[in-house]
């Protein structure tokens, strides 16, 4: 299988690579030898993989067909690049550039990217017959990250721009709520639950709809369930502006949830901060849906859902998914993953996977 490599965002640690892998798992692609690095995740797969993540990815940015791995200094590079055959990416006629992005600072003493961009387009114009450099509109761009002191090169594949995401974003949305999730998080977490074309998703917290709005824009069917009455109506003015039109929204309890059977569950609880509990505690709402949405899941089907680690003002810190982690598995659910994400001193959320057994 050839090799491949993704740029990602730095936004967060693990969601990134994470979803790349979840994406290719949904699409049914076959992946080998993944390997992360700070913003790159290198595996072997068809090059046809590329387009669902291009499609459905909130946290990638670029991927590649990787031409080779090196050591960050010139004179590894150049022997390694001097090895690598480009003719077998590069026809005659054809023009390209190339980008070196630089991850952090890694490697800032030993490399100069642009002193490093015009060595490598030398030696491949070079190595090559009838190419030519265009920096401004070339037809290939072969793009190296320097990161963790290796270069990476390959030549890219596809561009993916954030632009829509903020279109989507919680402010730019008519119905606005201060509990409301960012849109690329959203997104990543459909993606981590599997979610793709026709498979139906609820989320039991529906709040302003951003989850039911993103797995929309991947093909999924959506059912959104809140249990106050404004939130329904402010998710259904947000997917009307989006010309969304949901499988249903009810105004119910999460609790006991009116529905026979979905294939997904993407949802992010209340944490009685920003949005209210309704006489409830999160622990216990949490727990309470994990067994009601565990009927509606076949065997090997995911929930992905947002949980708190709190640490109030004693410095006491209350860890749900590790608190609950016992009852979760005697519900049927195992533990696929958990990533980390920063909101402030006294609140993470941790994005959990769970798979029915
Ligand atoms: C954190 S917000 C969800 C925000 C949502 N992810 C978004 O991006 O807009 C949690 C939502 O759960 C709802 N809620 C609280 N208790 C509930 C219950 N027992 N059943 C259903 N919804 C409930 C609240 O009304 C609130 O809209």
């Given at each position: 299988m050839p090799k491949l490599f993704f740029l990602l965002s730095g936004e967060n640690e693990s969601l990134p690579a994470a979803e790349v892998k979840a994406i290719l798992e949904a699409e049914g692609y076959q992946y080998a030898n993944a390997q992360e690095f700070d913003q790159v995740l290198r595996l072997e797969a068809e090059v046809g993989s590329v387009q669902p993540v291009q499609v459905?990815?909130?946290?990638?940015?670029v991927c590649a067909l990787e031409l080779f791995v090196s050591n960050a200094n010139l004179t590894d590079i150049v022997k390694t690049a001097s090895e690598t055959d480009f003719k077998a990416v590069l026809h005659p006629g054809e023009s390209f550039a190339v980008r070196i992005n630089r991850i952090k600072n890694y490697a800032d003493e030993a490399i100069n990217t642009m002193v490093l961009e015009g060595k490598l387009g030398k030696q491949i114009l070079d190595s090559t017959e009838g190419t030519k450099v265009s920096?401004?509109?070339?037809?290939?761009t072969f793009l190296g990250i320097i990161t963790n002191e290796k270069l990476i090169l390959g030549l890219k594949l596809t561009d993916i721009t954030s632009k829509t995401f903020s279109e989507r974003r919680p402010r730019k949305k008519p119905f606005f709520h201060p509990s409301a999730m960012p849109s690329k998080m959203a997104r990543c977490m459909v993606n981590l639950a599997h979610g793709k074309a026709e498979s139906l998703v609820l989320d039991p917290f529906c709040g302003t709809g951003t989850s039911l709005i993103e797995a929309t824009y991947i093909g999924c069917r959506a059912v959104g369930v809140d249990a106050q009455r404004r939130m329904i109506m402010g998710t259904r003015k947000n997917l009307r502006f989006f010309n969304i039109a949901a499988e249903g929204l009810v105004l119910a309890d999460a609790r006991h949830l009116p529905f026979f059977k979905v294939d997904l569950v993407v949802t992010d609880p209340p944490y009685g901060r920003s949005s209210s509990t309704l006489k409830s505690t999160t622990k216990q709402l949490v727990q309470d849906v994990l067994a009601s949405t565990y009927g509606l899941l076949s065997v090997g089907q995911r929930i992905c859902i947002a949980l708190p680690i709190m640490v109030n003002q004693h410095g006491e810190i209350d860890h749900m998914a590790k608190d609950l982690a016992g009852y979760i598995e005697g519900l049927g659910y195992k533990t696929i993953e958990s990533h980390l994400v920063f909101i402030h001193r006294s609140l993470t959320r941790e994005i959990m996977v769970y798979e029915k057994k």
């Open positions: 459905r990815s909130a946290y990638t940015r920096l401004k509109n070339p037809e290939k």
